[in-house]
């Protein structure tokens, strides 16, 4: 049973990331007499509103105060929403979990469970209400958007169509729509007067692109003919799945092109002479590695945000309502520290006139010689005293806090930086700024541009995000990633702090492959198999996320 999504933005059934969570427990309660419990137990998901989904329900097992439990949970992971399960055991007596012992609960985040496949048992968390502990282990289940497959298909004893000559045979692909519809992906060439053809290599295709999150389901046809000078004999087809061609190039099984209702319906066989997944590592697979991600903010302090002091400014500090600047960091932060393990923020200002009368466009927000502080409260701590410290001036520059970014991203080995930029409006350094975002390409940064208030358009904001066109340097280096976001607060005024953040995040996971492609990271190692020893199969396609 998949986890429903809590909150967020909407996305494509084919951008999920599907998970299966196996666990155990070590040094349970003991709540029998004569014996020993026999645990099992209920898995919810908590929503944002403060209730539960249910998930499912573990197999009982008899006498054990260290279970490993067989069955596994699929859940979607969405690395831009926070998503907390509890785990609630009980030791079976017959009665359900109405009547039966409570042994204890446990929660977690989904965010630390994927970070922690490096650590030895998996995640670990406390029972709460009982004793011992819990062990979770994620086992991914969807496949990376970035897989590709090779493939070169080849016949045998096919049958002869002409009269005085062998046949002339090519083939075409196609890709079958759900409603029916078909669209032709690849055209072979005629390979003359043979019965043994053996074609060129088709094209690498990403395997997103032949099939969709169902690998079962039959998305592909060949389409066969013998090529004639005035029309070309059909010499059958057949409908497969993606899992069939993993059968076909493991040489278990093979094709035969069939015309249905024809009484001489065998046209010969259909193989594969060479077959080949590229696998390409996902966003979970680094986490599972290793990597820590860590926020860099950087806020301005720019005249036009308006005096302070003035309840009309950005920056008034309201004791009932926190202006957008507060609001944009915990809805931001509150994610990234999940995947945080030292919870240490560069934090930064630029575009005030510091103490010394001097303008600065990048000076540390704590005014100390190391800009780290202590988590999200760190960072609004520093911001609320810088307030108090300095006067708002110009211009809006960010060119050197993404030159500072660079820097920082770059000295910090199995670390990804997600620098955050508040902002409300215009920059007036726009060549230097995209020379710094070119030359960060092959750094391990990405860049949300966060646009405060509704006094700006935010225009330059949408060219750096460069959905559409890549951005260029002065000297015509075309960037080489998009690694840019660009999001305005307006947008989202008024609505739950985790619809901001959803939005804000949601291309990080890509950007940080396209990173890892681009520099050539290596894979990371495998990951342990769950704790109970048996992975129950993948599972079917879940509804896209509402």
């Not at 985040?109 to 979770?136: C, E, M």
């Not at 930086?417 to 710094?436: A, K, Q």
Request: hydrophobic residues 35%; contains cysteine.
């Amino acid at each position: 049973m998949a986890a429903a999504p809590v909150g967020g933005a909407a996305a494509a059934a084919d951008e999920k990331v599907r998970l299966q969570l196996f666990f155990r427990a070590e040094g349970l309660m003991d709540k029998d007499t004569t014996s020993k419990s026999d645990p099992y137990f209920l898995l919810t998901q908590r929503t944002d509103r403060g209730g539960t989904i249910p998930i499912g329900k573990t197999e009982i097992i008899k006498n054990d105060l260290n279970p490993k439990w067989k069955v596994g949970f699929t859940v979607d992971f969405f690395f831009e929403m926070k998503q907390e399960f509890m785990v609630s055991i009980y030791d079976d007596d017959g009665k359900g979990p109405a009547g039966d012992d409570a042994l204890g609960q446990a929660v977690f985040q989904l965010a630390h469970v994927v970070g922690s496949q490096g650590a030895r048992g998996g995640f670990k968390t406390k029972i709460a209400g009982g004793d011992g502990f819990i062990f979770i282990v994620s086992q991914e289940v969807s496949q990376s958007k970035r897989d590709t497959v090779v493939m070169q298909f080849a016949g045998r004893e096919l049958r002869k169509m002409d009269t005085f000559g062998q046949s002339d045979p090519y083939f075409r692909l196609l890709r079958v729509n759900p409603n029916g519809t078909s669209s032709q992906i690849y055209l072979s060439k005629v390979i003359p007067k043979t019965l043994e053809p053996v074609w060129d290599v088709c094209p690498t295709f990403k395997i997103s692109e032949l099939t969709g999150t169902d690998r079962n389901a039959k998305t592909l046809r060949f389409e066969m003919f013998d090529k004639d000078m005035f029309k070309d004999d059909s010499m059958g087809w057949f409908d497969f799945s993606f899992n069939d061609l993993l059968e076909v190039g493991a040489g278990r099984k093979t094709f035969e092109p069939r015309k249905p209702h024809k009484p001489d319906n065998r046209y010969g066989t259909i193989f594969l002479k060479q077959f080949r997944v590229n696998t390409v590592p996902t966003f979970l697979d680094y986490l599972r590695g290793g990597m820590q991600m860590n926020l860099m903010v950087s806020i301005d302090f720019t005249g036009s945000n308006g005096d302070p002091a003035q309840p009309t400014s950005l920056h008034y500090m309201n004791p009932v309502q926190p202006n957008q600047y507060v609001r944009a960091i915990m809805s931001v932060g509150d994610i990234l520290m999940e995947y945080d393990t030292d919870k240490q923020v560069p934090a930064f200002g630029f575009g005030a006139r510091l103490p010394d009368g001097n303008v600065n466009m990048c000076f540390h927000l704590n005014f100390e010689q190391n800009p780290y502080v202590p988590g999200v409260q760190g960072v609004l701590d520093c911001y609320g005293r810088a307030l108090a410290s300095v006067r708002l001036s110009g211009p809006t520059n960010f060119g050197p806090t993404i030159a500072t970014a660079n820097r920082l991203s770059r000295s910090s080995p199995g670390v990804y930086t997600v620098l955050l930029i508040l902002t409300d409006g215009d920059i007036t350094d726009m060549p230097e700024t995209v020379n710094e975002i070119v030359a960060c390409d092959d750094a391990p940064l990405s860049i949300v541009i966060v646009g405060i208030g509704n006094g700006c358009d935010f225009a330059m904001m949408d060219q750096l995000d460069a959905d559409t066109n890549p951005l260029r340097n002065s000297q015509g280096k075309q960037c080489r990633r998009d690694l840019v976001q660009f999001v305005p607060y307006r947008k989202y005024e008024g609505g739950p702090p985790t619809a901001l953040a959803a939005e804000v995040l949601r291309e990080i996971p890509d950007q940080v492959v396209d990173w890892a492609v681009l520099t050539r990271l290596p894979p990371p190692p495998p990951v342990p198999g769950p704790p109970g020893g048996t992975a129950a199969p993948p599972p079917p396609a879940a509804p896209a996320r509402a």
